[in-house]
């Protein structure tokens, strides 16, 4: 699987590492399907594999991180405004020392965290993602982003022609004169209204921690056992409408060969375990290669 149009975006647990595993186990029958719903869409690689070979009528992308939506917003209706001001925010930080970046750095990210329009708030995201530690998204309990700096010398911000051409693909109308790709901002549970036997599912949610004190959540509320219990039922739901479902999550049993946690949640389905490199750990040496799982119902 070849993908030319790249997240724009570093995330955490980003799948383009795993495009290849995922193509081998896509549907069969996935040319006849006329949707694709996707619930956590984070960066997108999946989903921006499939806009670009024009692979579906139509796209539902959703995320509960209202910041991250709205970037996708700002992309398709105000591509041009939201390039000059990311390109005015990456000459700034170019030109200044070390010292000057970090001080430019905070005081972005505290506007970030303040009232501010819808245009600026997206040109502060991807400078932020660009900038801080490991290209985290991490909220504290008040909603405030609050990853630190991270030291690049030469940070790549954005490539203009990558934002032209996902703007161009995200403004495509149907017959009906509709957007073809839906973009949401709402709880996963919420999205049962678009689930039928002609959709095709990709659930990547907040990774199950496999490193004690792992990273699992991006935003204020966290993605804890309940939510993945919940994100089963889920599952289950669009199994019994006819969807075919593919989700993807990290195996415990990296940390501990006993944890059938996943095993008895999705019991009743396929469960692969596939070779991905780790790449949000504190310490160095964790970022081998682990197994993560791909669980299916076809």
């Given at each position: 699987m070849e993908l030319k149009l790249k997240p724009f975006l570093k995330w955490a647990g980003g799948k383009t590492q795993l495009l290849v595993e995922i193509e081998k186990n896509l549907p069969s029958n996935i040319e006849e399907l006329n949707r694709y719903v996707e619930p956590f869409?984070?960066?997108?690689?999946?989903f921006l594999f499939f806009l670009e070979n024009n692979m579906f009528e139509e796209y539902i992308i959703n995320d509960i991180n209202t910041k991250l939506i709205n970037l996708y917003k700002v992309i398709r209706d105000n591509k041009q405004e939201f390039i000059i001001c990311i390109s005015e925010l990456r000459e700034k930080y170019l030109n200044k020392s070390e010292v000057e970046r970090e001080k430019f750095f905070y005081s972005i990210r505290n506007?970030?965290?303040?009232?501010?329009?819808?245009?600026t708030q997206a040109a502060y995201m991807v400078f932020l993602n660009k900038t801080c530690f490991n290209g985290l998204f991490r909220?504290?309990?008040?909603?405030?982003?609050?990853?630190?700096?991270?030291?690049?010398?030469?940070?790549?911000?954005?490539d203009e022609e990558l934002i032209e051409t996902l703007s161009d693909l995200l403004n495509q109308k149907d017959k009906y004169g509709n957007f073809k790709v839906k973009i949401l901002n709402q709880p996963f549970q919420e999205m049962r209204e678009y689930i039928d036997m002609d959709s095709f599912?990709?659930?990547?949610?907040?990774?199950?921690?496999?490193?004690?004190?792992?990273?699992?959540?991006?935003?204020k509320s966290s993605f804890n056992d309940d939510s993945q219990k919940a994100l089963a039922e889920f599952y289950k739901f669009a199994d019994k409408k006819g969807s075919k479902i593919m989700l993807s999550n990290s195996d415990p049993k990296n940390l501990d060969l006993e944890d059938e946690f996943f095993d008895d949640l999705y019991r009743d389905f396929n469960i692969q375990r596939v070779l991905a490199k780790r790449r949000i750990n504190s310490n160095a040496k964790g970022r081998g290669e682990i197994t993560e799982l791909l669980i299916t119902n076809y």
């Open positions: 869409v984070g960066a997108g690689a999946l506007a970030f965290n303040k009232e501010c329009d819808n245009i909220e504290n309990s008040k909603g405030e982003f609050n990853v630190p700096f991270g030291r690049y010398k030469n940070p790549s911000f954005i599912i990709y659930c990547d949610p907040p990774y199950r921690p496999v490193t004690i004190g792992g990273f699992n959540s991006y935003n």
